[in-house]
């Protein structure tokens, strides 16, 4: 994990403690964020803004770089049945305008994640003919 990522998402009363040998845990039943091979575990609630991964919450970001929330997601497939906020992604990272390394808790490109989150909702979602939700489990 690059210092950078650590700089930007843990706060300074654990920042020293974690230091710059740090792995981010990838899964989402895990309330660690990050851990070192000393043992130090950051977890969920102890980062300075909330990590997709760990957070299913609709107010939760997807791209921390152009800060789409998974509830803008959401909004898109039940008022379009699809969204357009990958492209923007792209369009932004062709521009030169993401940040990545540093505002993504993960310390990496977020376009997975909105794709996980866009084929999670769409299984986990049914929108009913008037747009309305049948069920929001996620």
């Given amino acids: 994990m690059a210092a950078v990522t650590l700089d930007h998402h843990v706060s300074e009363q654990f920042r020293a403690a974690i230091g710059n040998d740090a792995t981010f845990c990838l899964n989402p039943a895990c309330e660690v964020v990050y851990c070192n091979p000393g043992g130090f575990v950051i977890r969920k609630g102890q980062t300075l803004l909330p990590v997709t991964q760990k957070d299913p919450g609709d107010e939760v970001l997807v791209c921390y770089c152009f800060e789409h929330r998974r509830g803008d997601l959401r909004r898109d497939l039940r008022e379009k049945g699809n969204t357009d906020i990958p492209d923007q992604i792209k369009k932004g990272i062709a521009d030169g305008r993401c940040d990545c390394e540093r505002k993504n808790p993960q310390g990496a490109c977020c376009l997975g994640n909105v794709a996980a989150a ?14 309305s939700e049948k069920s929001s489990a996620l």
């Fill in 118 to 131: 866009i084929k999670t909702i769409k299984e986990n979602v049914k929108i009913d003919a008037k747009g």
